[in-house]
């Protein structure tokens, strides 16, 4: 019984020295990898936008609309769950005024205030009144990562910034003439706030997000038309 106990044991000495081995070799490997070291490049931003702070003199209707695009730099700190990242693109913002228009006066002519909203007049109701504003923006965040291995999953979160300077502005105006439509168009950034500065918030998963931001300016310039705020919310895809 001793001799083919110890038969026994010199037969499993190899298998106790290999797996020995493997044991060591996992212990130096390398640790994994990032699978999609994803740093959010890209931001595309569905939004509905509206004009939270405004007179009662000024009537919108509940929707309206906009884009927004940009592509981001990503700046890891250090080895933890946050990052910093800043970056460039445009947002568009578009709404729908209720049975008003839009008058720019110039003041050599009227004192005071230079854009004014007045109702429709007698003799023509407007189908659809929007004012379509257009910024060149640079996105600020400080973002957190849940999933540092791969952002593409799990929980994401950012606060930041966004800074924007005009680049274009406009109403537009349909109506009907004898069943024919007529578009009216202005286009003027005169009285428009050449700066746009907003608080930005944004939380998800994985690539898909919701986002609010809350303007920090003004639609329209001091002096040249009434205080208006203008505030956004919806969906963020972001990835690459």
């Not at 005024?97 to 023509?124: E, K």
């Not at 606060?159 to 069943?179: E, M, R, W, Y």
Request: with cysteine; glycine share 8%.
């Amino acid at each position: 019984m001793r001799k083919i106990l110890a038969l026994v044991a010199i037969l499993m000495m190899p298998i106790s020295l290999l797996h020995a081995q493997d044991e060591k070799m996992n212990s130096n490997a390398v640790p994994k990898a990032i699978e999609k070291p994803s740093r959010d490049f890209l931001m595309l931003q569905v939004t509905y936008n509206n004009w939270l702070k405004k007179p009662d003199s000024v009537k919108t209707k509940p929707f309206g609309f906009g884009f927004n695009g940009y592509l981001c730099y990503d700046f890891p700190i250090k080895k933890t769950h946050l990052s910093f990242a800043a970056g460039l693109g445009a947002s568009v913002s578009v709404v729908y005024l209720n049975l008003q228009q839009i008058a720019n006066y110039d003041t050599g002519v009227v004192r005071g205030s230079q854009v004014r909203f007045i109702p429709d007049p007698d003799s023509v109701t407007f189908k659809r009144y929007k004012f379509v504003t257009t910024y060149l923006t640079a996105p600020f965040e400080l973002r957190y990562f849940g999933n540092m291995q791969n952002r593409n999953k799990g929980f994401k979160a950012a606060i930041g910034l966004q800074v924007g300077t005009l680049l274009g502005a406009h109403s537009k105006a349909l109506t009907s003439v004898s069943g024919t439509n007529i578009k009216y168009k202005v286009d003027t950034k005169r009285y428009v706030s050449p700066w746009d500065f907003a608080a930005t918030a944004r939380i998800g998963w994985g690539n898909f997000s919701i986002f609010a931001s809350y303007n920090l300016t003004n639609v329209f310039k001091e002096n040249a038309g009434p205080p208006i705020t203008p505030a956004s919310a919806g969906i963020c895809l972001t990835g690459l």
